[in-house]
């Protein structure tokens, strides 16, 4: 239905680069030299905060002021648009920006470039083979236990562990999304990255700072691929367990009944990016008058009133743009899976208008535009038996 | 006789086709059953997936969103979206598989006040045979 605009680029060639010590200080040596060669003026990058117990986005114009910087974090504590968005949505600045992002918060940013929520102009996006994030809440439990954890998933390889979050077990788009420049850490020969440009700017970044790209993708490629494959199994499965917890209302309620109406899913969803919500608007407010009617007719009312309501709502103003980055469910202080039930729906609605998030800066928002002829399925439902006049 | 059960439908109509049809099948003094609680819009576009919820887990029998047909809006392309808008919302409501025949969307221009009785008569029926929306009798909503 959305022909993209404009065509998606496809990266050839890659520059291999030697890891030296570490995946961490290869790129971070990376962004040092393209801060000196002044291809950027500034980065944006987590950072390990100095009780070392959580992750924080700094923007700085010399990385080596950061001695705890982490291009690839273990956790994912701020998703990474909702960083870029305060730091453009009031359009774009003077500087030329780095930013270090996970294939699901650059995902979430293009999203938001569509809803003039970031403006990526000035911004260039890097992002990495990703092999997951901890759940935030296992992390800060044990913070050192955690870091070991995820430093044995780049030393082996390991890009299916039982210990991310659910939605990374069945992610199946961890490797290069819509960036400009990406690091190819699965099925590259040892000791080395792949640095692929995967758009125009990204290119030109390389040319400016003198890096040759002449590697072959072939055996990245094949290695993303048959994990791809393998998530996509686990995605089938998690779908199909999530399916009957929220078919019918009763089951629904049911799933959601631990809700405390805190919204917090809402408040770090980055898709969710209206300042005032509905929800928390008076005009979602009743008086009490009109709650006494309600329970009258239902014999009871449960307060926080209107979860479902909620939650129905949100899907169907968010779940077009729905990344999958699981932020509603770290924060889910009641442990429901938002983010499995998120993406199980947003996965229905997505491809009802053949939409896939993030994927192409060039393809507008499904609600944005429309056909003459279209939806016919919509059209049986208008009663075409009723005569026109 | 047992009493025939009479729906409770919201209908949103837009202000310039189907409001318009409305009225004319009323002053036609056409036979409308007395279903449909009218709420007028400006443009059948401004009906957002949160009014047709809440109307819905409120315990509305049936929702009706009207318009002017595909090429007649008087915003020029305010239908199109609205089919969208719905397009969306029925996938949301199906996949929950909460009652999304409890949904219509239909165009109904300004002169079609025959039409506009007909589709109100025939959805009414249709919410006849689902009957009254469970969502009423539950508490924990």
């Known amino acids: ?389 | 006789m047992k009493e025939q059960f009479t729906p409770k439908i919201v209908g949103f109509l837009c202000n310039w086709c189907s409001y318009a049809g409305a009225d004319l099948a009323g002053s036609a003094k056409l036979e409308i059953l007395p279903s449909l609680t009218v709420i007028r819009v400006m443009c059948s576009s401004r009906i957002d997936s949160n009014l047709v919820l809440t109307t819905l887990l409120l315990g509305a029998d049936g929702i009706l969103i009207a318009g002017c047909h595909p090429g007649d809006c008087h915003y020029e392309k305010g239908n199109y979206y609205a089919r969208r808008r719905f397009a969306l919302l029925r996938k949301v409501v199906e996949t929950l598989k909460i009652d999304p025949e409890r949904l219509q969307l239909s165009w109904v221009s300004a002169s079609e006040g025959k039409r506009y009785a007909e589709v109100v008569n025939q959805f009414t029926d249709k919410i006849r045979k689902l009957g009254p929306n469970p969502i009423q009798t539950n508490p924990y909503l």
């Open chain 1, 1 to 389: 239905m959305n022909t993209a605009e404009n065509e998606l680029y496809s990266p050839k060639k890659g520059a291999m680069i030697s890891i030296k010590n570490s995946i961490r200080e290869t790129i971070l040596r990376f962004f040092k030299e393209a801060l000196e060669k002044k291809t950027f003026d500034a980065i944006l990058i987590p950072v390990k905060v100095p009780a070392g117990d959580s992750y924080t986005w700094i923007l700085v114009e010399d990385i080596s002021l950061l001695k705890n910087a982490a291009p690839i974090a273990p956790i994912m504590p701020v998703q990474g648009a909702n960083a870029l968005s305060s730091l453009t949505r009031k359009g774009k600045g003077n500087l030329k920006i780095a930013a270090i992002l996970r294939p699901c918060e650059i995902r979430a940013a293009i999203e938001l470039s569509k809803l003039e929520q970031v403006n990526l102009e000035t911004l260039y996006l890097f992002s990495f083979d990703c092999p997951g994030a901890l759940p935030l809440l296992d992390y800060t439990k044990n913070p050192p236990k955690g870091e070991e954890l995820f430093e044995s998933f780049f030393n082996e390889n390991k890009w299916n562990e039982e210990q991310i979050k659910p939605v990374c077990k069945m992610c199946d788009n961890f490797s290069i999304p819509n960036c400009d420049l990406h690091f190819g850490i699965l099925g590259v020969e040892k000791n080395n990255l792949l640095l692929i440009p995967n758009s125009s700017k990204g290119e030109s970044v390389l040319n400016e700072m003198g890096i040759a790209y002449k590697n072959d993708l072939s055996s990245w490629k094949k290695k993303v691929n048959e994990i791809e494959k393998e998530k996509e199994k686990t995605k089938k499965e998690t779908y199909h367990n999530i399916q009957p917890m929220v078919e019918g209302l009763d089951s629904l309620l049911q799933t959601f009944a631990k809700c405390i109406g805190c919204h917090n899913c809402m408040t770090v969803c980055p898709i969710c990016y209206c300042r005032q919500c509905y929800f928390d608007s008076e005009v979602s407010k009743f008086t009490s008058d009109d709650y006494l009617l309600r329970a009258e007719k239902r014999g009871g009312l449960r307060f926080p009133t209107d979860i479902i309501l909620f939650q129905s709502g949100r899907m169907s103003h968010m779940s077009l743009s729905c990344v999958s980055c699981g932020m509603c469910e770290d924060v889910c202080p009641t442990s429901i899976p938002v983010a499995q039930i998120f993406s199980y729906v947003a996965d229905k609605t997505q491809k009802a208008f053949e939409y896939k998030p993030g994927r192409n800066i060039g393809e507008p928002l499904p609600l944005k535009e429309y056909k003459e002829e279209e939806l016919q399925e919509i059209k049986k439902s208008l009663n075409e038996s009723v005569g026109q006049e």
